[in-house]
């Protein structure tokens, strides 16, 4: 797949600067403009990483009952128990003349009674080749040299709908169609004629290697590009809204092609096109095994005197239904598992959203604050859900204890956290008032919940916990200039503010000088910034 596996040590405990990459809200462009967002050349692709986002996926027994229905895969485990207790094949394995129009009828393309057409034959053939690739039906040869073939012993429990049973065999198949996908569309249709022309004149050696050569080459491009269509389908969907799943041709085409920023222009346009009809027979053969749902090109769109590319792709603003004759494609749950799958298996790291929920709280922070590719809010909306609040609450507060360089990200998670349990969660915040560093931020949820009897803080707790809320956002947000500017806006520092970063320098917090360095840089007012500056270098020399 296209993509290359982030590695995200994290950071030592007790280390002041953190430089790894911390939690954020991923944005799409993020995904697709990590290269170039980052200053990366060509030469520095090989050592960059590609976030993957987590997705959301149905149980393996709803995933099971999905491929099963693919028709294409029901097909196959019919004929397989057809062949049952054995059926007679040619020396190649396939169907005999004989089974062919009742194999076509069994699977009802074609009437119980009269002539079946070849197309039927055809399809019957496809289900049949597939079943022997599953090894649904096994291949053989009896003493009397007859070739038979017999149901496999995958076969049963396949059909019973065991989940392992079922997604191994199901995303097999998909592997399959995907190759055949790519050898079928790697090369226009006059070179292949041409490659085949070369071959079978007995042309020389150099030219026929030559002919390989260009279909080889002409096989990585096609797989290269499916691969990347698939990985922007799978990225798109994880940020897509409940039924908004479904991208252009157009669009996918686009990101495929088109520079972060830019605006395509009429070069780009036609690169635009051909990636469109490139992808569009390939997106098809992938349709029919369930891994996506796909509407194609509109046949009438391409115009005969011009050859084989649509008349017109992104130059005028189309309705949606003109824009739908331009293709329209979206990745079904079975395609999100099957991507993935093949992201695993090439050892890239794509979570399920809920994955680091399911240890203890320490596990929870701890994973959210090391993982890039994770959205924090689903993680912890996962693990409070029908958890008790005030045994879950406490268990959170002491997981977010801690000078190390993730302590202050684990307390705003916590905090986070601490929200989605609400007001059952009051009596375990209440216990950690006094606490040096939970005291501050227990206060602020209490009165955020509405309690008016919480006790003002001492003075050293507001101060630390000033510093360690700036900390987490710098952390979470990796420097985000207007954020961090909204927040220091809310600095209780304009009345004095050489005596307020006077106190601000002293706090003990392993990012005390790069807060006030980080308000230095982003403070509006000349003199704050100023004070702010000179407080960083005493934060620093006191070290």
């Not at 496999?152 to 191994?168: H, M, R």
């Not at 569309?185 to 007995?202: I, K, T």
């Not at 560093?437 to 209490?446: D, I, P, S, T």
């Amino acid at each position: 797949m296209a993509g290359r596996r982030r590695k995200n040590t994290g950071a030592p405990a007790g280390e002041g600067a953190v430089e790894a990459v911390l939690p954020a809200d991923l944005e799409l462009q993020d995904l697709y403009g990590a290269f170039a967002a980052h200053g990366l050349d060509d030469e520095d692709l090989d050592d960059a990483a590609v976030l993957v986002p987590p997705v959301k996926l149905p149980s393996e027994q709803e995933l099971a009952e999905q491929a099963k229905a693919v028709p294409m895969f029901g097909f196959a485990l019919a004929l397989a128990r057809w062949a049952a207790p054995h059926r007679t094949v040619d020396e190649f394995g396939d169907l005999v003349q004989e089974d062919r129009a009742p194999a076509a009828r069994l699977l009802g393309l074609a009437p119980a009674g009269g002539e079946v057409p070849e197309e039927a034959e055809v399809e019957a053939l496809r289900a049949w080749s597939l079943a022997c690739d599953l090894d649904l039906v096994e291949l053989g040869t009896t003493a009397e040299g007859e070739h038979v073939a017999v149901p496999g012993p995958d076969l049963e429990p396949a059909e019973q709908g065991d989940p392992e049973t079922v997604l191994e065999l199901w995303l097999t198949a998909a592997g399959i169609v995907r190759e055949l996908a790519v050898e079928a569309d790697s090369l226009p249709e006059e070179s292949a004629e041409a490659a085949g022309a070369e071959a079978g004149a007995g042309g020389a050696d150099e030219e026929d290697e030559d002919a390989l050569s260009e279909v080889e080459e002409a096989r990585d491009e096609a797989a290269e590009l499916l691969d990347e269509a698939l990985q922007v389908l799978y990225e798109t969907t994880a940020f897509a809204e409940p039924g908004n799943e479904t991208v252009p041709l157009g669009v996918l085409a686009a990101l495929l092609v088109v520079p972060e920023g830019e605006e395509p222009s009429e070069e780009l346009l036609g690169d635009i096109t051909d990636v469109m009809v490139a992808l569009d027979p390939m997106l098809g053969d992938l349709a029919e095994l369930g891994l996506l749902e796909y509407r194609p090109i509109d046949p009438e769109l391409f115009d005969e005197d011009e050859g084989d590319e649509p008349a017109v792709v992104g130059e005028e603003p189309l309705d949606e239904e003109e824009s739908a004759r331009f293709g329209l494609v979206r990745l079904t749950p079975l395609g999100q598992y099957g991507i993935r799958q093949w992201l695993l298996e090439d050892g890239y790291d794509a979570p399920l959203v809920g994955e680091l929920a399911q240890g203890d709280a320490a596990e929870l922070l701890r994973g959210l604050c090391e993982s890039a590719n994770v959205l924090p809010e689903e993680e912890l909306r996962v693990w409070t859900a029908d958890r008790e609040p005030v045994a879950a609450g406490r268990e959170l507060l002491a997981a977010a204890r801690g000078g190390d360089a993730y302590g202050p990200l684990r307390r705003m998670l916590c905090v986070s956290a601490l929200d989605l349990l609400g007001p059952g969660a009051e009596p375990a915040v209440r216990e950690v008032l006094d606490d040096p560093e939970l005291g501050g931020a227990a206060r602020a949820w209490l009165t955020a919940q509405g309690a008016t009897d919480v006790p003002v803080p001492p003075r050293a707790m507001t101060l630390w916990t000033v510093v360690d809320t700036f900390a987490a956002q710098l952390l979470d947000n990796g420097g985000d200039a207007a954020l961090l500017r909204d927040l220091i806006t809310d600095l209780p520092a304009k009345g004095d503010p050489a005596t307020w970063f006077g106190e601000l320098w002293r706090v003990d917090h392993p990012y005390t000088a790069d807060v006030l360095e980080a308000i230095g840089e982003l403070h509006t007012d000349r003199a704050m910034a100023k004070e702010a500056r000179k407080a960083a270098f005493k934060a620093r020399s006191k070290k």
